[in-house]
């Protein structure tokens, strides 16, 4: 397996911690010059797309590795973090609907993926509710 394939799959263990739901991940590099993976994921709230892009940030800490960028902290419903070979985007799941970069990527391959059942899916009435 790739480094970096290696490195999104890392992420992706960390957002699971925090049940970041219906991952996607799309291997780009024969499409752009940025990165190889993108790295796309659902969350029911605000206050979760926070707690997923922190427990993906330390993680990465934890292997010394730092984001060269992170748009979009707290209270925002779009994060998005630069870890070079892979870029990750944490959407709250209407958010992500609106933007629908799997279509932008569409021409992408798509990794497969081990999902749990239960983060498959963004359930019909996800929690909208950031009290």
């Known amino acids: 397996m790739d480094s ?23 291997h780009v ?7 190889d993976y993108l790295l796309i994921l659902s969350a029911r709230s605000v206050r979760q797309v926070e707690a997923i892009s922190q427990a993906v940030q ?42 629908d970069l799997e279509g932008l990527w569409s021409e992408a391959p798509r990794v ?3 999902v749990p059942e239960e983060l498959r899916y963004v359930p019909a009435a996800y929690d909208d509710d950031d009290e």
């Open 4 to 26: 970096s394939k290696e490195r999104a799959l890392q992420i992706l263990a960390a957002a699971f911690t925090k049940n970041a739901l219906q991952p996607a991940l799309l």
């Open 29 to 35: 590099t024969e499409l752009c010059s940025f990165c």
């Open 58 to 99: 330390q993680e990465m800490k934890g292997q010394n590795i730092d984001a060269l960028g992170v748009e979009g902290q707290r209270g925002s419903e779009w994060v998005l973090a630069d870890y070079g070979d892979v870029v990750v985007h944490i959407f709250h799941h209407p958010l992500r609907e609106h933007y």
């Open 112 to 114: 497969e993926l081990d």
